[in-house]
């Protein structure tokens, strides 16, 4: 069994990978991060992440969720709309402490792909997809 209980605090996005015209914090209330076996068996609390303040995310989106696993990983799955943009967000971690994160946008105003494109997001259709991954 490894793992952390009760975890609460403020992440910068950018440890995340995040980065571009997307900033902000994740704040963690009582999370849970349990693995046995080298498979996710517990996550619980709740996590806020505050996305924006710059473009194309003027005004500052606040994202709420609570943690899950899946396919044996801890997971964030977040999502919302703001300011003419469908927001996805999946944070996930292994029991080995590596860690990997997807923000896709989806604008309304096809203007927005230019300064995404210049963000360093690659377009997938209708979609802008940024990636990262890492170890501790």
């Known amino acids: 069994r490894a793992g952390a209980e009760q ?3 403020i992440l910068a996005l950018e440890r995340l990978g ?3 015209p997307v900033n902000g914090g994740l704040k963690l209330d009582k999370v849970d991060a349990v693995f046995q076996r080298r498979q996710c068996r517990e996550a619980a609390g709740r996590a806020v ?3 924006g303040g710059s473009d194309p ?3 500052p989106v606040t994202l709420t969720v609570a943690p899950v696993c899946s396919a044996g990983r801890w997971v964030l799955p977040l999502a919302g709309e703001a300011q ?3 927001i996805e ?3 996930s971690i292994g029991a080995a ?4 994160s997807e923000l896709i946008l989806i ?3 096809p203007h927005l792909g230019q300064a995404l494109a210049a963000a360093g997001f690659t377009q997938d259709g209708d979609r802008w997809r940024q990636t990262a991954e890492g170890r501790p």
Not at 97 to 100: A, H, K, N, T, V
């Open 97 to 100: 402490g590596d860690w990997r």
């Open 89 to 91: 967000a999946l944070i």
């Open 57 to 59: 995310l003027p005004q």
């Open 18 to 20: 995040f980065s571009g």
């Open 49 to 51: 992440a505050q996305l």
């Open 107 to 109: 604008p309304t105003d």
């Open 84 to 86: 003419g943009l469908r």
């Open 7 to 9: 975890v609460t605090g």
